[in-house]
């Protein structure tokens, strides 16, 4: 039997599989498309490979791909048919388990049989990988961090891994908003491999949680050749560079970045390559600058996909394109298909309850917002933003349904909401113009309420001494 680089053996693996396995791997942590490639070479040289089977199902399930997820499922279900576990190791049965249950739609039970695997082998790259994004999927904040600083310690500095791991760890320290810790650890992951995309991300979201546009801009700039083209990360840095943008106001250069870099007329329909789209159209959208034509584009990429009910963080960018692009009835129709979905769904299916509490109540939400009817996009919103966590993302990505509360609570006039509601937010990023422009519009809209009280105060004074 085979043993990978850390001596892990590998059950039905060969030489050349193994080799396979090894630049697979090494793929999957510095987030190179060419992962697939070497995925299937594994099982073309070694269909019963065990670890092979499970990166090719965890390969289904990353990219919250329905169709993808389906066709993993099937693929995996032929090889237990006719494999004896037995044959297995104990590490390699417990992911079995947890590549099972995360194809069955139990995200939850796949990350606690993660969380043992992390305890029991800290040196499982895999594993940690998985879980790391199974934590980033399921908005596991303190776990994205936990998971992968308690392994840390059983690796050395001298293994070409590590930096991956510790950009991993960057990530999770920045969710949990140690965001100068995080700075030094993705600077130092990037020290050890200057093209660790995801160590690029992680700093960059400490900028922008900051407030530190210039600096995000700077350092996205100075790192360009690394991230800006061939990784599974392309897309998403440059929306991180045109929120940096957006900040600073610069209109111009967002949109020129949306149509070269994020969403364009050969951008393929993925997933996390739209809602990025969404996200950032959503935002000019929130400052009144609607960009019809763009949003009938990105809607229709959306309603191209078909997609079922699989992950509900999609669900609610898809709405927010079907809102932008003016066409509520195809929204409508999304929130009748999940509501009915969530009535049969399977109890321990993760996304049933992420969509009946958090993906539905959000995209009646857009909805109403969208038919200007903004004070119940507010009630509906409010119980939430302590709880959108829980359907996945980061505080970035979640901060456009944020966003949408607050300006809700602007039109709707709810001045005293609003006024809590930006406290908040700029005594946590005081350095953030969005937050002291709708401050701003708050005390405009405070004073008009002032003024008008006084006039009708002196109105009624009149009155009273005419009388």
């Avoid at 793929?27 to 099982?43: C, I, K, S, T, Y």
């Avoid at 040196?123 to 992968?148: K, V, Y």
């Avoid at 969530?342 to 857009?366: D, F, K, Q, Y």
Wanted: net charge negative; glycine share 8%.
């Amino acid at each position: 039997m085979t043993t990978d680089r850390h001596g892990h053996r590998m059950t039905d693996t060969g030489a050349e599989a193994l080799e396979h396995y090894e630049q697979a791997l090494d793929d999957l942590l510095f987030f190179r498309p060419e992962v697939a490639g070497h995925a299937q070479a594994v099982l073309t040289a070694a269909p019963r490979s065990v670890m092979g089977q499970v990166l090719a199902a965890y390969l289904g399930v990353l990219g919250t791909e329905e169709k993808d997820t389906a066709a993993a499922r099937k693929a995996f279900g032929r090889f237990r048919t006719g494999f004896d576990e037995a044959a297995a190791t104990p590490r390699e049965r417990m992911h079995l388990a947890a590549a099972a249950a995360w194809l069955d739609g139990d995200l939850h039970g796949a990350g606690r049989i993660l969380d043992d695997l992390n305890i029991a082998h800290p040196r499982d790259a895999l594993a940690l990988f998985a879980g790391h994004q199974h934590d980033f999927l399921t908005g596991d904040a303190a776990r994205l961090r936990e998971r992968i600083g308690g392994a840390l310690g059983a690796w050395s500095r001298d293994d070409r891994h590590h930096g991956p791991l510790l950009g991993m760890y960057a990530f999770g320290l920045e969710e949990t908003g140690h965001y100068e810790r995080a700075e030094e650890a993705g600077l130092a992951a990037l020290a050890q491999h200057p093209h660790d995309v995801w160590s690029i991300h992680g700093v960059a979201h400490t900028y922008e949680m900051r407030g530190r546009f210039g600096d995000g801009i700077r350092f996205l700039d100075d790192r360009s050749r690394e991230w800006s083209a061939g990784t599974f990360l392309t897309v998403h840095t440059w929306w991180h560079y045109a929120l940096y943008a957006l900040e600073r106001g610069d209109t111009a250069r967002v949109l020129e970045i949306y149509d070269s870099a994020i969403h364009h007329e050969s951008s393929a329909p993925v997933a996390m390559e739209l809602l990025d789209a969404a996200a950032l159209l959503w935002r000019l959208h929130l400052a009144g600058d609607d960009q019809s034509t763009r949003w009938g584009r990105l809607a229709d990429a959306w309603e191209s996909r078909q997609d079922g009910a699989h992950y509900a963080f999609n669900d609610v960018h898809a709405v927010m394109a079907y809102v932008g692009a003016g066409r509520l009835a195809q929204a409508e129709r999304l929130v009748r298909d999940r509501q009915s979905w969530v009535s049969e769904a399977a109890p321990g299916v993760t996304n049933r309850a992420m969509t009946a509490e958090i993906g539905l109540p959000v995209c009646r939400a857009l909805i109403a917002f969208g038919r200007q009817e903004y004070a119940r996009a507010a009630d509906l919103l409010l119980p939430l933003r302590h709880r959108l966590h829980t359907f996945g993302g980061s505080h970035a990505q979640r901060d456009a349904v944020q966003r949408t509360l607050v300006e809700s609570a602007l039109r709707a006039g709810r001045a005293e909401l609003a006024r809590t509601l930006l406290s908040a937010r700029i005594q946590l990023r005081p350095v953030c113009p969005y937050n002291w422009s709708a401050q701003a519009r708050l005390e405009e809209q405070l004073g008009r309420a002032d003024r008008a009280a006084a006039a009708r105060e002196r109105a009624a004074a009149q009155a009273s001494g005419r009388g």
